[in-house]
């Protein structure tokens, strides 16, 4: 996996297995996999979703180890306070979040997929989804770009929060 530069993603591929297993743990109890729609084009198409990976936590210091392991990315503190009248700064925990996306986030999910096991299907969605051009954005077919929604529809089904679609959607 290369970067438009050219610049392999090295550090992602040096991880051993034991950090790789304990990442991959980290995204199926604290992450999410998931695209991000893209933006139009200037020929009015749309642009191929973007991948993403979360893991949300409240150890920041396990956010910033997960910036400096990985290498890519990007990590940060979020919900610092209340925000509904119900809530008080007396018992609220602050949350914080690592992101990881584009081909970085192709690289990581391919990495800790075989240690995955709640996220293994949208990890595998993921993967099949077609990823050409600068930033998803060019150079895709009709039935590229078709083949990716339909993927994107299938994850945001399993990230939905409740029952899941029975059955619950394959992978591509």
Not at 65 to 86: A, F, H, M, N, Q
Request: net charge positive.
């Amino acid at each position: 996996m290369t970067r438009r530069s050219g610049e392999t993603y090295d550090q992602i591929a040096g991880l051993d297995i034991a950090t790789t297993a304990y990442l991959a743990g980290l995204i199926d109890a604290d992450g999410t996999i998931s695209v991000s729609p893209g933006k139009t084009g200037k020929d009015g198409q749309p642009h191929l979703p973007t991948p993403i990976v979360l893991i949300v936590n409240g150890d920041l210091e396990l956010i910033r180890w997960l910036k400096e392991v990985i290498g890519y990315g990007c990590s940060y503190e979020t919900k610092t306070r209340p925000k509904r009248p119900d809530q008080s700064d007396s018992n609220w925990n602050k949350v914080h979040r690592y992101q990881l996306g584009g081909r970085a986030a192709i690289a990581f999910l391919a990495k800790c997929r075989p240690y995955l096991r709640e996220k293994r299907r949208q990890a595998d969605l993921v993967l099949s989804m077609p990823s050409k051009g600068k930033a998803f954005a060019v150079v895709a077919t009709v039935e590229q770009r078709a083949r990716a929604f339909e993927a994107m529809e299938k994850i945001r089904a399993l990230n939905r929060r409740g029952l899941k679609p029975d059955p619950i959607p394959e992978a591509a």
